[in-house]
């Protein structure tokens, strides 16, 4: 079987998020031959065979894809490409299109949603009130050529894949109200991967009163200001916890916590096998984010062990709504996160928290060759394991 992973972004595949070279590995595991299709230019760095193309155009012609042979194409298309989805299925291949997305798209639907991204990007007052005013305008008059156009994307697929559970039932939820309830059954959960060191080795069952956030801390969505106001409320009030910060722009945006606070540890940028070994000596992930498509670092903290704290949103709700892995606010406040933060330290103090049981469950989930085989067996394949790759 030969699987083709698409990058249509203008970015280098290196240093987006979600890492195809993990999509790569599961795959091979399976037995299946791997080609990633990619703009030339963004294959720098990426170790693996690539098919490039110069112009997206090309990517909507069906002989493309007759020509590169595959038998399964999957695609990040952030719920768009619709083209490129019918050519791919024209050519005979079977196609699993993964949105990178929570879903709450439409103005109409998710009003307060759609304007916090759009307006919170903006870097300033003039672009905010651009962004706001085209968010009215997508509201008013475009909202129901959005829907066709969200549900004409949907069908093109064989298989629309969500990384978050929550983003699966809203996104249910949203094709049913905009008219094309036969749609359904079409949206899965397919979590993103996690490198294989995540699920390998053992599980440190004691762990220190310790949380950790790891994040790009110069984004507006990853909230840098909401964790900055929660660690000060937790430690106003006397908590021993310690929370060590981990990202980019940690030392700019942190620093300043740490000189005030020997209990707040700012170690910016790490390599990924450092972050993996910090995040194992922790009891918790700790995610302020205004949004999520699918956290990955909370698949990362599951699979060795750790649980979840986080504000609110729909995916991070929807991982924690059962109480074993976590917990999220009751808003996006620092209160109401503190206390959040604080009722998990008390749920590991009482033993409420299994971490071998919680790795042992979401490894299952989160590796590489557990996500690839999701991707086949809801596409109705199988990969052969007697395959020389």
């Given amino acids: 079987m030969r699987i083709a992973l698409v990058w249509n972004a203008p970015f280098r595949l290196v240093d987006f998020t979600v890492r195809y070279e993990l999509y790569v590995e599961g795959f091979r595991g399976l ?3 791997v080609i990633t299709v990619c703009r030339a230019g963004t294959e720098e760095g990426y170790p693996h065979p690539v098919r490039c193309f110069l112009e997206e155009r090309e990517l909507a012609d069906p ?38 997305s929570d879903t709450q798209h439409s103005p109409r639907l998710h009003p307060w949603a759609t304007f916090q991204f759009m307006t919170y990007l903006q870097p300033s007052w003039r672009g905010k ?15 129901g050529a959005e829907h066709r156009a969200l549900s004409e994307n949907t069908a093109a697929a064989d298989v629309l894949s969500l990384a978050g559970q929550g983003a699966v039932e809203e996104f249910r939820c949203t094709i049913s109200r905009i008219g094309s309830p036969e749609l359904r059954e079409r949206i899965a959960w397919v979590p993103y991967p996690v490198p294989e060191m995540f699920c390998l080795g053992a599980v440190k069952p004691n762990r220190a009163d310790r949380v950790i956030a790891v994040g790009r801390w110069d984004s507006p969505q990853k909230n840098p200001g909401l964790l ?23 030392e700019k945006r942190f620093a300043h ?51 979840v704290v986080g504000t609110p949103i729909l995916n991070l709700r929807a991982l924690t709504v059962d109480g074993q892995f976590g917990r999220v606010s009751r808003s996006h406040a620092a209160g109401a996160l503190a206390n959040a933060v604080r009722e998990e330290m008390a749920a590991w103090d009482r033993g409420e928290r299994d971490p071998m049981a919680i790795a042992a469950h979401w490894r299952e989930l989160v590796s590489p060759a557990a996500v690839a085989g999701r991707m086949l067996n809801l596409l109705g394949l199988h990969a052969s394991h007697t395959q020389v790759v």
């Fill in 31 to 33: 037995g299946a031959d």
């Fill in 63 to 100: 002989a493309f894809w007759r020509d590169l042979g595959c038998q399964v194409v999957m695609i990040i298309t952030w719920h768009r490409m619709t083209e490129i989805l019918v050519a791919i299925r024209t050519a005979g291949a079977r196609v699993l299109a993964n949105c990178e």
């Fill in 129 to 143: 009130l651009g962004a706001a005013k085209y968010w009215l305008q997508r509201s008013l008059y475009r909202a």
């Fill in 228 to 250: 900055d106001a929660t660690i000060r409320r937790l430690h106003a009030t006397g908590e021993q916890t310690e929370i060590l910060i981990v990202g980019r722009a940690a």
């Fill in 257 to 307: 916590l740490a000189r005030r606070n020997p209990r707040v540890q700012v170690l910016g940028i790490q390599p990924r096998e450092r972050v993996g070994e910090l995040m194992a000596e922790c009891r918790a992930v700790l995610i302020p984010s205004r949004w999520e498509s699918g956290p990955i670092v909370a698949n990362e903290m599951l699979a060795l062990g750790g649980t």
